[in-house]
């Protein structure tokens, strides 16, 4: 059980990210000193809106040059801090090589991070952000689960280099991570496991996250003909730097937490969007037939393999967040409010053409 000091500054990895913008923000908004970890701190167009924030907020923010794979380079940022949350990793599902692009800076980049805290004297306390996808692979996993939904006791045991790498790498990950704390006792380790996650992008014209990529797609006309109807769960990113604060400030926080508001469908979710803003833009209402995806799906994404549409397309997705909502006092916002915020953020920063 670890008290934080919260007159000392808190480090953020990965702080240019859509899910630790929203952290960021959260601990500008409550007056901390944010030592913020970016890959390019000389790329301006990447920090904007965290500048901005800042100027609004009573907290200030300080940019540390670090990359996951420069062994050491987290030294500067880490100087001084109890608390770390650990958010960079690649979130990408589009990769050539997926040891490098994906493995390789999740696992050694979260070596890297730990490491630099063994070194530390200050770090208490590392939230590190893990997903949903270190607990499951497909949406059939999530249904066979021993209580038919997943639960922060299960690991994903499915996925692989060649199936599902993203995932693969998140399970590397975290599986790193949690040897690393056991190996200490300096600090202690405490893991969120989001969903998938939607809600208004802070950065959403210069965005990498696949969250993005998603949502802008379900506006943009590419996929206007209809949804593949997979099994989702969503958390809203507002909702998820809620619990990163909570998880690094409550002493009696432990062990892992399914981040998740809402077992939900791909087809929920562009419904709710189409309701409010499908006479304007060209939004799916409807879902691709199965049997039509088997034969088109690889054809038009290479991830998108019969195996993964067999798993995933026209099931259900169960998951139980309890132990996020009595431990650390989650309260989730509806998928509408979600759905339609991340929408209109997109709108706002002129993503999209009207129909
Ligand atoms: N979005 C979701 O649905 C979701 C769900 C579950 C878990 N997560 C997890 O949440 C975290 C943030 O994801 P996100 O959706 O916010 O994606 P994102 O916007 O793409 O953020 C990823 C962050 O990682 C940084 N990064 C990547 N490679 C790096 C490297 N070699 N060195 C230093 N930094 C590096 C990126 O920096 P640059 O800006 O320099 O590229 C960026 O700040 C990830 O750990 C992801 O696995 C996301």
Redesign the pocket.
């Known amino acids: 059980m670890k008290t934080i000091d919260k007159t000392k500054p808190v480090m953020v990895?990965?702080?240019?990210?859509?899910?630790?913008g929203w952290i960021v923000k959260k601990l500008l908004d409550e007056g901390f000193t944010v030592h913020a970890a970016?890959?390019?701190p000389e790329k301006k167009e990447?920090l904007v809106h965290l500048d901005r924030i800042a100027q609004s907020t009573p907290g200030t923010i300080k940019y540390f040059k670090?990359?996951?794979?420069v062994d050491g380079s987290y030294a500067e940022a880490m100087e001084g801090c109890e608390l770390v949350f650990h958010?960079?990793?690649?979130?990408?599902l589009d990769v050539k090589d997926p040891q490098k692009q994906l493995i390789e800076?999740a696992v050694n980049?979260t070596r890297n991070v730990l490491d630099q805290a063994n070194k530390s004297t200050s770090v208490k306390r590392v939230v590190d952000?893990?997903?949903?996808?270190a607990i499951y692979s497909d949406a059939i996993d999530t249904v066979n689960a021993p209580k038919g939904h997943i639960t922060e006791e299960l690991w994903n045991t499915t996925s692989s280099l060649k199936y599902q790498p993203y995932s693969y790498s998140?399970t590397l990950a975290e599986k790193e991570a949690w040897k690393m704390a056991k190996a200490q006792d300096q600090w202690d380790l405490v893991v969120i496991n989001?969903?998938?996650?939607m809600g208004p992008a802070l950065n959403a014209t210069v965005?990498?996250?696949?969250?993005v990529s998603i949502m802008k797609q379900l506006g943009d006309g590419s996929l206007k003909m209809g949804v593949p109807n997979m099994g989702f769960g969503v958390i809203d990113v507002r909702d998820l730097a809620e619990a990163h604060f909570n998880a690094g400030f409550k002493p009696e926080a432990e062990g892992r937490h399914i981040i998740s508001a809402h077992n939900s469908t791909m087809l929920q979710m562009a419904q709710i969007i189409h309701t409010k803003f499908g006479d304007t833009y060209p939004i799916p209402n409807k879902a691709l037939p199965k049997w039509l995806l088997m034969i088109v799906g690889p054809l038009a994404n290479k991830s998108f393999t019969r195996d993964f549409i067999r798993n995933n397309v026209n099931i259900p997705w169960k998951a139980d967040n309890a132990k996020s909502r009595e431990k650390l006092g989650m309260n989730y916002r509806p998928l509408e409010e979600t759905m339609n915020d991340s929408f209109q953020a997109l709108i706002d920063a002129e993503m999209f053409i009207k129909k």
Not at 13 to 20: K, L, N
Request: aromatic share 8%; proline share 8%; glycine share 8%.
């Open positions: 990895t990965g702080a240019t990210g859509y899910v630790a970016v890959r390019h990447k670090a990359d996951l794979m958010t960079a990793s690649p979130f990408t800076p980049g952000t893990s997903s949903c996808a998140k989001p969903s998938f996650v965005a990498t996250s696949e969250s």
